[in-house]
């Protein structure tokens, strides 16, 4: 419950998780889990299917799919070749939904985030491991690559606001009219609502990027409406807010004082009071100068490198790799 | 006579020497120099007048302002701060006779470049230094900034084609025709003709940046013709093509040959030699393997981070230090 | 009280406020305070004089200064100067008391952290700024740097464990051992108790850099006992604990209860319990994925870049702009 | 026979060329070369045997192995890893001239250069890529490897003088002394002789670091004699000199002048003079802008990146993939 005055999540699964440990029923939200056991990876797939579930969710209607695999960032090339596998292979059930045709098509990535700050940095390196390759296709044509269909990867760091003052919206829109890609594959960056999902989760989404969300905090989101055409959001949590630690702080407070024998009474107490009590609670319990502050590991330029090489890869075998034309009816 | 062949430059200033050096008059070009003895600055002004001059030239109508200073490279923090105020008194002529109003308009930067290449990191890192504004002014209005007249200032490093797919222009376009900027100034790293040049000269040109120019030889340039407003450019040589030292040698060796009393009747026996014959030498001598290859110094870490520092110094002070709104109006 | 068992600051000040909060007066520590008004810049001197005090606060005999500037963080060259030359000022109050002479010696810079993590990058960054001038005064003599007396200066960034298999004081002692400075300034971004003092503090201590200090936790400390040489430390706090922000909101939450009128009586139960029972708590409340975490403000790249050159300029100011030898001297 | 005045090369390998160009056999030099046509990998060992040999070749006594492959700079995973291997492989035949033990010893990685300067950042890079060991193995024993033999590996980036204020083989020394590995090896960037060389070629040497190799001029060597042990060196020539390219061009200068019906005379001219005229033509020739200046691809950030890989990829291989305990033993 207190969660509503604070707490933030940009994963679909965390935010369905909150209901369920409300034990709430989510009409108009579908979730199907998966656990491959052996490689310890764990899929799920949240579909909110009505605008009533929008609402509940706070999130729009479309498809979330996330993978969470619990040495996303431990360096060991098969096992990340199998993520990668993995997440090539769920962008292409979202292209299929969207209706895109896979084969000779020109696609747009943006990698979000600031590469000045660590777990912010996620969609820059994503960019800097892409193979584009429209401007070879657009000057030497198809056969310059030696592939019967070519799609044409083009790529865009367009920084944040406080760099460019300008709005991320703004810069892809621009980029996207110019270029007239058929699709955009945005990575960004997100928020957890938990710290265990931390840089061991990559959420991918059909319905694009939006306002409030990422380590930056978008204004604006890169979705079909403001877009045009459809976006595919690529999230990996990196940081946890500030505000968030706080809120855990006092739900573990809560079921501690009503675990414990000597203080089950406050525990009673505590939760006995209505949402107005609780909420002058959290107000006085986060500092003013937590805002703008976000929790986030140690290690997170190993894991936010990993990581990154791991998307840029699903990219690249997805969108890079068709089918070779043979030798001969290259010449 | 033999750099027609092979020799390029982005200075104007350069190119009207190759003149001076036959002492050729060009027609339609009209030069002043300057030079402050104290600060050992030298102010270069070339202005091509007419399409004549411009063809001879090799570069469009326009003007050229070139500042050369031999310590550009010195960290001395004095002495920068005047090279900041010259560069940006030079901008603001440019805008004067562009007829560009300098109170309250709005300016898209553009760091041009490969930030992974030090010496075409110069635009890159002159963003990097700036105070973007636009996105303040746009959300509070200009009264926040406790100033009266407030221009805009945005920026962008659209990247390079091999890391994008996508022309420098399309990346450029595509912005301005969704924010607007009355004006946009293109930073880049130059290929100077001659090494002395490297690192201790600034051109400022209010003809934009031009398809072959530039480190990082972008195919198409940001101009009027291809923005749709006016584009200023600033450069810094920070390399000289491989191809240039092969020509200089032959230079020299033709000059030492003419001076050197063993060898003056070969000197002679060259310089004899119609172009045809000439050519073919030039043809010769460049190795294949040096295209695509530039010459730069050891330290162009230190002057490329020097460098691009007092050019957002003197961007900074042109754009966002206009006269301050007195305490009382704002209250 | 529940500090002890859960938080932790690198800031002698932070170490003297919570007994001061306590209303204890700690044997042994004498506490010197001074307030710039119109610069707003706060001076705290913290002397632990006996091994007493030295118990209590948890950190060795020395002297710890404290430099506290709200716009630390601010691009301002002139305030920044300021504060380089109070900066410059508490190191060389600091060598005075070491009796080391501030005339011709060698002093070894070191850059504690991990470049590649942007809140543990100050120390590099420092690095990065510095003017060093050992290998000039080796190779030319102190007369090539037109100065009378001349320091060398000389640095390094070490690097962290994870990345180099050393540990810290290992490399140092080696560099010591080997090029023989008197003195050795270790600079390291801290662990703050309070996210209030993030960015705006910047302490000097004559007692080096202690284990568990930092953000990257060194093993051992960088001490004289350790290094055979007179070490400074230079630390500026970049992040907070996660685990330090769990406890405020426990003393918050305390307090909070004690102010409101219906929750009184919970604060005041609270509050008997003893320590045993309050161990508890805050066993349960902090979630061990928090080990390892910190909180660091998004606009962290700027404010690590802003404060690392205002300290660079100190030590520029302090070792390479000594006396300068009259032009007839020299010649 | 110019080269003597001008030319500089970091290979063995050129050095070797630059004689049988002359067809002079070399006294105490062994070639062997062998080519692998389906990999496009070229195989060449340089043992220089007697103290003449080594001072004809300008080298010291022992054996340098040059491994040539077009596509080191092409992103393809499984070619790169045959490179690793073979890198691997000579290291380890190294290794075992110098009756190293490969089990369970103790090795120190040197990653040479300026990480700042794109073509001297291949040290640095490669450091960035280890599986660095020796903390873990100090801390938990051997076991805690999962491994039998376990090696430890460590690895510092010493920076450069210009930085530090102190010559590497000072600080490595330092290193080297207090942490006392076996081995060091030392990666560095070289200057070739020839630009067809650059970045696709690995030398790998028993003979450790030179004095005035590499692309940023150590002044003293990383050698068994400086540093008390045996130190490998790893080269990839990432530049040519400026004067070298000046050099090549007089070469090719009398080469087309002899090949051309016209000039036919000239050339003869020009061979026909001794020593100390030619000499004085160079002198003329090499414009004193260009020391310190070198020669460099445009698409120099993707080679090192990958090249650095590739190394990385081959310690790794070496050092840190023992023979793995089985599971029984560990427990």
Redo the contacts between chains.
């Keep these: 419950m207190l969660e509503k005055y604070s707490v933030r999540t940009d994963l679909a699964l965390e935010e369905k998780e909150r209901f369920e440990s409300d034990n709430v029923e989510v009409q108009g939200v579908v979730v199907e889990e998966h656990y491959d056991e052996e490689r310890e990876i764990r899929i799920t797939k949240v579909r909110i299917e009505t605008e009533k579930g929008a609402k509940t969710m706070g999130k729009p209607v479309g498809t979330y799919l996330t993978l969470e695999a619990p040495n996303m960032a431990v360096?060991d090339e098969g096992y990340h070749r199998e993520i990668s596998e993995g997440v090539a292979g769920f962008i292409g059930e979202l292209l299929a939904k969207q209706k895109v045709e896979q084969k000779e098509f020109s696609v747009l990535i943006v990698g979000l985030g600031?590469r000045?700050?660590?777990p912010d940095a996620l969609g820059p390196y994503v960019?800097?491991n892409l193979?584009?390759?429209?401007?070879?296709v657009k000057e030497y044509g198809k056969y310059a690559m030696g592939l019967k269909d070519v799609n044409?990867?083009?790529?865009?760091?367009?920084?944040v606001?406080?760099?460019?003052?300008?709005?991320t919206v703004?810069?892809v829109?621009?980029?996207?009219?110019?270029?007239k890609p058929d699709l955009v594959i945005a990575i960004d960056a997100l928020a957890a609502r938990?710290?265990?999902r931390l840089n061991r989760t990559i959420q991918i989404a059909d319905t694009g990027i939006h306002p409030g969300s990422g380590?930056?905090?978008h204004r604006r989101g890169l979705t079909k409406e403001t877009l045009g055409i459809p976006v595919i959001g690529i999230g990996v949590p990196t940081v946890?807010d500030?505000a968030t630690?706080?809120n855990?702080?006092?739900e573990?407070?809560i079921?501690?004082m009503e675990s414990?024998e000597?203080?089950k009474?406050?525990g009673e107490?505590?939760r006995s009071?209505n949402a107005a009590?609780k909420y002058?609670?959290v107000r006085?319990?986060i500092?003013p100068?937590?805002n703008?502050?976000?929790?986030?590991?140690?290690?997170?330029?190993?894991m936010v490198k990993q990581i990154s090489y791991t998307i840029s890869e699903a990219l690249n075998l997805l969108f890079t790799n068709t089918e070779k034309v043979s030798k001969e009816q290259q010449e």
Tied chains: 1, 2, 3, 4.
């Design positions: 360096p600031n000045q700050v660590t960019v800097d193979c584009v390759t429209r401007h070879i044409m990867l083009s790529a865009i760091v367009p920084g606001m406080g760099q460019t003052g300008m709005e703004e810069i829109r621009g980029v996207v009219n110019e270029t938990n710290s265990r380590v930056g905090n946890v500030a630690i706080v855990d702080t006092m573990n407070l079921a501690a414990s000597t203080l009474s406050v107490v505590l009071y009590e002058e609670f006085e319990l500092s100068h937590l703008g502050m976000f929790v986030t590991p140690k290690d997170i330029d190993e």
